[in-house]
Structures are given as C-alpha cells and as structure tokens.
C-alpha cells in the first residue's frame, strides 16, 4: 500500500517548483483568474493546515514557505504590475465564479 500523505507532499512540492522556480512569469492575477486560486491561496491553505494540526504560523511564515522567499523579495522579483487587462479579466472571473 502507498503511503498517501507521501505522495501528496510530493506533489505539493513539485507543484512550488513548477510555480516558483519554471513558471515565474505566471503572475498571480493570471492563476486567479484561470484557476481561481494563487500561490497566496496555498499559503493561506498551508497555514490553516498548519494550524489544524496545532501549529501556530502567521501569513508571512506561510508565505515564505510557499514562494521559498520572503514575500516582499518573491515581489520585487518577479511580481509586475497587473495590466487593466488582467485586472478586467479577474474581476470578470469573480463575477461569474462568485
């Protein structure tokens, strides 16, 4: 039998790779707007779990460990500013996603 947790926290870590290390041109208004998530989603999720399981961990403790940065540098780096493209496509995307 596999171990599931395993296998999930594989792919949990290829899944920062691909988005942090391959994929740095995806800006998180493209995921939200496609996915209706973001890499600050996963940090949100990561610090709920974390805390379900009783661990104490504030937004940029979780942040950092999603990005593999301190958020502000992971900003400075890679963030652009969202064009009034996307910021129409997202909030199209809230619309019909609520």
């Not at 290390?21 to 939200?32: A, F, G």
């Not at 403790?61 to 963030?79: L, N, S, T």
Request: proline fraction near 2%; hydrophobic fraction near 40%; glycine fraction near 4%.
């Amino acid at each position: 039998m596999t171990d599931t947790t395993a296998l999930e926290a594989a792919a949990f870590r290829r899944l920062l790779k691909h988005l942090n290390t391959d994929r740095t041109d995806v800006q998180n208004i493209d995921l939200m707007i496609l996915a209706g998530f973001c890499r600050n989603c996963l940090a949100d999720w990561y610090r709920e779990a974390a805390a379900e399981s009783g661990i104490e961990m504030d937004k940029e403790e979780a942040r950092e460990r999603v990005y593999g940065m301190p958020f502000a540098d992971w900003k400075a780096r890679h963030q652009a500013e969202a064009t009034p493209e996307q910021l129409a496509a997202f909030k199209a995307a809230q619309e019909r996603h609520g």
